[in-house]
Nanobody, 124 residues
C-alpha cells in the first residue's frame, strides 16, 4: 500500500519556522520526483517546492524562494520542507506529492501519489 505521511505542521507566529516531514512507503522512493503542494481555503492547490529523483534539481515557487528549503533522504524514504520567515499568507494545508519518472513536478495534475496533508497556521 502506498503511503505518504506528513508531519510537523502546527501554529506558529509570523517570522517563525517549521519543518515538515513526509515519510513514504509502498513504492520505490528513489524513482520518484517528490514535492510539496499547499492549499489555502477557497484557493487552488499550488506547488510549493519539488525535487527530482536523480540530479537533485529543485524548484521553488516565487512566493517561498529564499525562505523554504526542500530536501530528501532516500535512505529514510523521507522528504523535508524547512520553512523559515513564515508569513500569514503561508497558512494552508501542506501536501506531500510524488510522481514517477524524471523531471520536476509543476502541476497537481502530474502527481501520482498524495499525502493527506498537514495544517500550517501562521498567526499575525
Amino acid at each position: 500500500e502506498v503511503q505518504l505521511v506528513e508531519s510537523g505542521g502546527g501554529l506558529v507566529q509570523t517570522g517563525g519556522s517549521l519543518r515538515l516531514s513526509c515519510a513514504a512507503s509502498g513504492f520505490t522512493f528513489d524513482d520518484y520526483a517528490i514535492g510539496w503542494f499547499r492549499q489555502a481555503p477557497v484557493k487552488e492547490r499550488e506547488v510549493v517546492s519539488c525535487l527530482t529523483n536523480g540530479d537533485g534539481s529543485s524548484y521553488y515557487a516565487s512566493r517561498v524562494k529564499g525562505r523554504f528549503t526542500i530536501s530528501r533522504d532516500n535512505a529514510k524514504n523521507t522528504v523535508y520542507l524547512q520553512m523559515n520567515s513564515l508569513k500569514p499568507e503561508d497558512t494552508a494545508v501542506y501536501y506531500c506529492a510524488a510522481r514517477d519518472g524524471p523531471g520536476l513536478i509543476y502541476s497537481a495534475h502530474d502527481v501520482h501519489y498524495w499525502g493527506k496533508g498537514t495544517l500550517v497556521t501562521v498567526s499575525s
